[in-house]
């Protein structure tokens, strides 16, 4: 298994307060990547990055921002969470090998989190 | 832009019998193909993916898919399936794009009858 932690693997929070999320890999990927889950939508990405201060907006990423200060670490935070963004959040990385950067991601195991 | 669609929401199949799940891709490149398996309260696990070549694709847990490019699709087939093999099937789609940005098609629900 790849390794890949995410912390905390549940938090309820209450409308207003800020979250952060922690991503945190051993396997020196350069791709690491944040998908929200939610019935019917499959996995939507939130951000991602393809190394450390480089970051870029997915598909999702309004009330969302990101950091990578190191290549093991990505943090996910929800400014003022609102109750739209309780859902399952997973961590990927990829090795991007090959100079290609179509690789295959491993995922972390999830971060349930409810806003109230 | 890409899209995945996985037609069948819900699967219910008796154990030991064969198993074929659907995706339809849309893309305007080579398409890289992925299925993923997620358990109940568990992660995304890797069964198979497409890149080039051998257009039919082993994986693992027993699990192949076939890349028909003239129909768009990446389908997946088990050709007995286990009561372990109950779970929710991801199929999804990588772009050439810098970044390795994976899009996901909704999922399908296996029920495995007894």
């Known amino acids: 298994d790849a390794g890949i932690t995410q912390s905390p693997r549940h938090k309820v929070t209450e409308t207003g307060t800020p979250v952060t999320l922690r991503c945190h890999q051993t396997?020196?990927?350069?791709?690491m990547y944040w998908y929200r889950q939610d019935p019917g939508h499959g996995l939507r990405l939130i951000h991602y990055s393809y190394g450390v201060k480089d970051t870029d907006k997915g598909e999702v990423s309004d009330g969302y921002s990101v950091s990578r200060s190191k290549t093991e670490d990505f943090l996910l935070t929800l400014e003022s969470a609102t109750s739209s963004q309780t859902s399952v959040y997973f961590c990927?990385?990829?090795?991007?090998?090959?100079?290609?950067?179509?690789?295959?991601?491993?995922f972390g195991p999830g971060t349930r989190l409810t806003v109230l | 832009a890409q899209s995945v669609t996985q037609p069948d929401i819900h699967i219910t199949v008796s154990e030991g019998a064969s198993l074929e799940l659907r995706c339809n891709y849309s893309?305007?490149?080579?398409?890289?193909l992925f299925w993923y398996v997620q358990s109940p309260g568990q992660g995304l696990q890797l069964l198979l993916k497409y890149f080039s070549g051998d257009t039919l694709v082993q994986g693992i847990k027993g699990f192949e898919a076939e890349f028909k490019r003239s129909q768009s699709s990446f389908n997946l087939r088990k050709p007995s399936v286990h009561w372990s093999d109950a779970a929710e099937y991801f199929c999804a789609v990588g772009a050439e794009a810098a970044g390795n940005k994976l899009t996901f098609g909704g999922g399908t629900r296996v029920l495995v009858k007894p």
């Open positions: 396997e020196n990927h350069r791709y």
């Open positions: 893309y305007g490149a080579t398409p890289y």
């Open positions: 990927a990385i990829s090795a991007g090998r090959g100079g290609t950067s179509t690789d295959t991601q491993y």
